[in-house]
């Protein structure tokens, strides 16, 4: 029997309970000591982790001196600090709510060391792979967790720390590194849920997405078919919900204002109900704008005075906080985030950007197409991947950006396959370009339709043509948001490119956008007017970046609190017109 070792049902309940039940504590600690017997137990279930080659990398520093305990909470209170003086807007008012350490909350604080040379050079395991001395102290940290809970003790970690600073303050030599600060205590209560998702800050991930069959990509659960996650996502997206919608407009008739008086933002409020599913919506907030940067083989045929080098240049200043979306977006108070979908240059890995290179940058689509189909799913993958991944660390709101020099020209053609749209009418000037090189733009996006006749009930082979990896990205970033019924507000004509090819997969995905402005290039007016999208912002600009959709956040957020926090004529004994 292949269950013959298994634990009597009691005990196996048991273990998966503690597991479920095991909880980051912050606040409800008791004043109660820890009794030494108890504190020895749960240090002895962490002593009998697994650790790589046997090394047994780790030591416990149990800390109870209070003036010790006040030296290192100050220590952690200053990294707190310069960590929210970094937060946009909306995430720093809700890291103010949050309680991130109980140091001196909690009778006792154990820190979990690791010796990566414990054992000498011939550690079983170590050599290929130094970080698993690391993991073996982190393996030690879960077990005292675990075992804590099952004690009825609550446990903290706290990871605002110089690691050296706090090194220091606990006399480790200097061969000792830090793993884990934990503040342990008996508690009121423990919390059903992490606090960081009871207080909206980050989902868990469905356990889903984690699983992946044979290779990264086919995700399902044993026993299950591997999912496609495109197919998977295209089948979640579904209209809004039409008792919310028919709420919000019936609130908005009643709110302490003419009828319509708020004009466009009516209309936002009421489609951002029904894609909550309920009157009030929830606030858009917090904000993402994520820049998809990917460069163009169609760049070759001369249709920007741009080197190609300025897409790398530009995603150095978006992380250096530098371009224009930057700014708009620290006024907006919303998160700027680059993803490399295609930049034809290795990039250096800094924080905010997230590498997803499909290829440095695609072909030329006057050759052949820009990319493969599979290129194009990867890239549309990525995209919906990234949303996902923006939604549950918390973001209640995705903006998209984009970056690539000559995106406008690949912009041309897509809409010119989705609408059908005539060449010289979907084209524009982008950055600025001379009458020569415009009509050779014009000439481009015409070689480029009648080389691949591109048939638009094929979304992804349209892609493929003429797509850049961005626009297939943000493509997959709209429809990533839409199935999750989170706002997508969409950017230019390269944002409207990729929601043309999203709601061709996905005809209801254009329930999740909202047009944040009208660019002054001529093709964004044909295809919002065949999404059936009004802009809130026309302001003539053409930068792209999302510059122009953050600019539209607050207008979007303004919607939905009026619907939240307006007075209705009954509630505030204000008079209704008579007829
Ligand atoms: C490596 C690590 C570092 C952490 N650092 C902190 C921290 O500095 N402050 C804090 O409040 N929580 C910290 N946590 C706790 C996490 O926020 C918490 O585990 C997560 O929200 C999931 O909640 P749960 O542990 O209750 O399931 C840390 C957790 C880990 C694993």
Sequence with gaps: MSDEN??????????????????????????????????????????????????QPWDFIVITDRARRERIAALARRHAGQYADELPGARARAFDRLKIESILDTPVNVVVSCDRTRGGRHTLGRRTQPKTADFSSVLAVANLWLAARAEGLGVGWVSFF?????????????????????CVGYVTEFAPEPELATAGWARRRPVAWAVHAEQFGRRGLPGEEPVDPLAEVIAAIAPPDATAMAAAAERQDRMTKPRGSLGLLEDVSVRLAGLAGTCPPPLPEPACVAVFAGDHGVHAQGVSPWPQEVTAQMVANFLAGGAVVNAFAAQAGAEVTVVDVGVAAELE??????????????????????????????????GLEVARDLVAAGNRCLITGDMGIANTTASAALICAFTGADPAEATGRGTGIDAATYA???????????????????????LAAFGGFEHAALAGFI????????????????????????????????????????S?????????????????????LRLGEGTGAVLALPLVQSAARALRDVATFDSAGVADKSM
């Design 440 to 462: 050779r733009k014009i000439d481009v996006v015409c070689r480029g339709l009648a080389r691949h006749r591109p048939d638009p009930a094929d979304p992804v082979g349209v």
């Design 349 to 382: 890995p800094l924080p905010g950007l997230l590498p997803r290179k499909i290829a440095p940058g695609t072909a030329d689509f006057t050759e052949g197409p820009a990319m493969t189909r599979e290129q194009a799913v990867a890239a549309l993958t990525v």
């Design 162 to 182: 110089d690691e050296r600073e706090l090194a220091a303050e606990l006399g480790l030599p200097p061969h000792l590194e830090v793993i884990a600060y934990l």
């Design 6 to 55: 298994r634990f009597p049902d009691e005990q196996r309940e048991a273990v998966y309970r503690v597991i479920a039940e095991r909880r980051d504590v912050r606040r409800g600690f008791r004043a109660d000591p820890v009794p030494a017997d108890v504190l020895g137990r749960v240090l002895a279930a962490a002593h009998q982790a697994p650790s790589v080659g046997f090394s």
């Design 520 to 540: 002054a290039e001529p093709g964004h007016a044909v295809t919002l007017d065949h999404l059936g999208l009004r802009p809130l912002v026309d302001l003539g």
């Design 479 to 518: 429809l990533g948001g839409a199935a999750l019924r989170v706002p997508v507000i969409l950017d230019g004509v390269i944002a409207g490119a990729a929601a043309l090819a999203a709601a061709a997969l996905a005809p209801a995905a254009v329930g999740a956008c909202f047009a944040g402005h009208r």
